[in-house]
Structure formats: structure tokens, C-alpha cells
């Protein structure tokens, strides 16, 4: 689900999943825009021995921390996804080494993955989710294949954010630092991953009230979850999975330990009112005498509902 602020303009970045043929189009509602490449296309003249370093026809620009991904398109009409780490001058470096059967007996071709488009707030005005379409068509070398991508766009006040970030979480535990794979700068992929799979638990929790993560007022509570979340995730990708079930179970701890004392935006304007704060969204409802369910969420039902004279004991 992609996130856009109400009243701000939403920039739209798509990442194909293959070589594209022509101008992509996106479509909102009644509206159709064309996607623009972020980068042109570059032409590659030949590889280094370890096949990491691709040198180019001519220098090129620098790339943003998006723009990494790339297919390299060979003269014998076969493509291969390619990670691009930096490029200096005429010199593309790769962070994962290519195959040896890459063929550059003539130039081959460099294309991003990377599109973008510019949506005018006036476009997304109301808060509410907009299905939205993407047009393509894909270069498999001399055939063409016409694609459709679907999605939703939410557009909120505030999207749910921790503010957890590479600096705060590498600060907060320095020995992960080094466990920075190669072809990575830093760890906000792991930290995106990890915000998707809070959201999902918060939004569960939240759901009774009518309510989502981004109806939260205070997620910046959840900061310390949201930390232990993706140091399990960088740890599954490190293979130690003992270890990563042990943070795993750290960060949902503590995210139900916070949930207990949550803010939620009840009436959805955007302001703390009363009866809002501190809201029980786990751990049953408070004086709950019928046993240990500490992991149980009570129902909008349960929470209005008074039994009468006659059902009391």
C-alpha cells in the first residue's frame, strides 16, 4: 500500500519489474499520466575480470539512493537485473558480481528500472484510498508483452512512521554495523520491511475501534519495537535464526506493552481529544478477572456492552 499526506503533491515512483518498451502510463480514477525516466538509458562497452565493473561509452551522472536498480540488455537480446552501487565518471560499479555468460561482443544497453511522476495534491484531495493502474509494456528482446500493475494509494493526515532510521538504529546497537551486506549502504530496506510488519499488528490490534496504524497519535512510542523488529530480519538474512527469533519476540513484547497504553484518533480529526489516550488495545479490558489472556484484544461490543440485573451473579 503506498501512503500520501493530504493536502501535500505525492511523488509516484515505480520500479518495473522488467526492461519496458515505450512511455508507461499511470491512471487514477479519470485521470492518466505518463511516467518519466529518472535516469536515461547508458551504453556499455565492457566488463572488468570480476565482472563488478561495467565501463560506459561516456561519464554519467551520479544516482540517487532509489535509482539502483538497472537491467543490462545484451546484444544477444537476453537482460539481466543488475544492482548499481555508484558510478564514477564512465565506470559503473555493481554490487552483485554478473554471470559469465554475458555476451559484450557489441554495446549493450543499461536501463533503470526507476519511473516517476509528479500527482498534484488537488489530484488526491479527499482522505480516503485510490485504486490506481500502471500500462507497460515489456522488452523480452524481439517480443513484446503489454503488462497492467494495480495498487492503492491511502491518502492520511500522518502515515504511520516510528521514526526509526540506518543512524538511530546503528547508534542503538553499533556491533550490527558491520553486518552491512555489500551490495547495501545501509539497512532502510530491513527498516521498511520491519515498519510493514508492525503496521500489520498494530492494524489488527486497532481494528475493533475502527481505526488503523495510521490513526495512531503517538507511534513514535513504538520506536523500541520497531528496532528489535528489523534487527530479527537483518539476523534471518544473516541465517542466524536463533538469534533472530529471540529479538523477534523482544520487539512484539514490547509492542504489546504499548499497545496498552496507546492514543488512537478516535473521531479522525487529527487531535488528541479526551477518551482518547491511553487506550487498552491489548491486554483485555481493565479489571478483567476471568484469567490470564494478556494477549487478547476485547471487542467494541464487549467494551459498551453492561450486562442487566438478571444476568449478574
Known amino acids: 500500500m503506498r501512503k500520501a499526506i493530504k493536502g501535500l503533491n505525492y511523488n509516484f515512483i515505480w520500479d518495473c519489474t522488467s526492461p519496458v518498451i515505450g512511455i508507461p502510463t499511470l491512471t487514477i480514477g479519470n485521470t492518466t499520466y505518463n511516467l518519466i525516466k529518472s535516469t536515461s538509458d547508458l551504453i556499455a562497452n565492457s566488463i572488468s575480470n570480476d565482472r563488478r565493473t561495467i565501463t560506459l561509452s561516456a561519464n554519467a551522472n551520479s544516482l540517487k539512493p532509489y535509482?539502483?536498480?538497472?537491467?543490462?540488455?545484451?546484444?544477444?537480446?537476453?537482460?539481466?537485473?543488475?544492482?548499481?552501487?555508484?558510478?564514477?565518471?564512465?565506470?559503473?560499479?555493481?554490487?552483485?558480481?554478473?554471470?559469465?555468460?554475458?555476451?559484450?561482443?557489441?554495446?549493450?544497453?543499461?536501463?533503470?528500472?526507476?519511473?516517476?511522476?509528479?500527482?498534484p495534491a488537488n489530484d488526491l484531495p479527499l482522505i480516503k484510498t485510490y485504486t490506481y493502474s500502471i500500462d507497460y509494456t515489456q522488452n523480452f528482446g524481439g517480443q513484446e508483452i503489454n503488462r497492467n500493475e494495480k495498487g492503492i494509494i491511502k491518502v492520511c493526515k500522518r502515515?504511520?512512521?516510528?521514526?526509526?532510521?540506518?543512524?538511530?538504529?546503528?547508534?542503538?546497537?553499533?556491533?550490527?554495523?558491520?553486518?552491512?551486506?555489500?551490495?547495501?549502504?545501509?539497512?532502510?530496506?530491513?527498516?521498511k520491511t520491519a515498519l510493514e510488519e508492525l503496521a500489520l499488528y498494530v492494524r489488527d490490534l486497532v481494528l475493533p475501534k475502527e481505526c488503523d496504524e495510521d490513526d495512531v497519535h503517538n507511534p513514535e512510542m513504538l520506536l523500541n519495537a520497531h528496532t528489535y523488529l528489523t534487527l530479527a530480519i537483518i539476523y534471518e538474512l544473516?541465517?542466524?535464526?536463533?538469534?533472530?527469533?529471540?529479538?523477534?519476540?523482544?520487539?512484539?513484547?514490547?509492542?504489546?506493552?504499548?499497545?496498552?497504553?496507546?492514543?488512537?484518533?478516535?473521531?479522525?480529526?487529527?487531535?488528541?481529544?479526551?477518551?482518547?489516550?491511553?487506550?487498552?488495545?491489548?491486554?483485555?479490558?481493565?479489571?478483567?478477572?476471568?484469567?490470564?489472556?494478556?494477549?487478547?484484544?476485547?471487542?467494541?461490543?464487549?467494551?459498551?456492552?453492561?450486562?442487566?440485573?438478571?444476568?449478574?451473579?
Request: aromatic share 8%.
Open 159 to 191: 502515515p504511520f512512521n516510528t521514526g526509526l532510521d540506518h543512524n538511530r538504529l546503528v547508534n542503538s546497537f553499533p556491533q550490527i554495523a558491520d553486518k552491512l551486506s555489500r551490495n547495501q549502504t545501509d539497512f532502510n530496506e530491513q527498516i
Open 67 to 119: 535509482q539502483n536498480n538497472a537491467y543490462l540488455m545484451t546484444d544477444a537480446d537476453n537482460y539481466f537485473p543488475i544492482q548499481v552501487l555508484r558510478i564514477v565518471d564512465n565506470n559503473l560499479i555493481l554490487g552483485t558480481p554478473l554471470p559469465r555468460e554475458v555476451s559484450f561482443q557489441d554495446a549493450s544497453t543499461i536501463q533503470f528500472s526507476n519511473w516517476s511522476v509528479n500527482i
Open 238 to 313: 544473516l541465517g542466524n535464526l536463533e538469534t533472530a527469533e529471540k529479538f523477534r519476540s523482544r520487539g512484539i513484547e514490547l509492542a504489546d506493552l504499548t499497545m496498552r497504553t496507546i492514543s488512537l484518533d478516535l473521531n479522525k480529526n487529527n487531535e488528541v481529544d479526551l477518551g482518547e489516550e491511553n487506550l487498552r488495545q491489548k491486554g483485555g479490558n481493565r479489571g478483567d478477572l476471568r484469567g490470564n489472556f494478556a494477549g487478547r484484544v476485547s471487542s467494541e461490543y464487549e467494551d459498551r456492552y453492561k450486562p442487566s440485573r438478571s444476568f449478574r451473579h
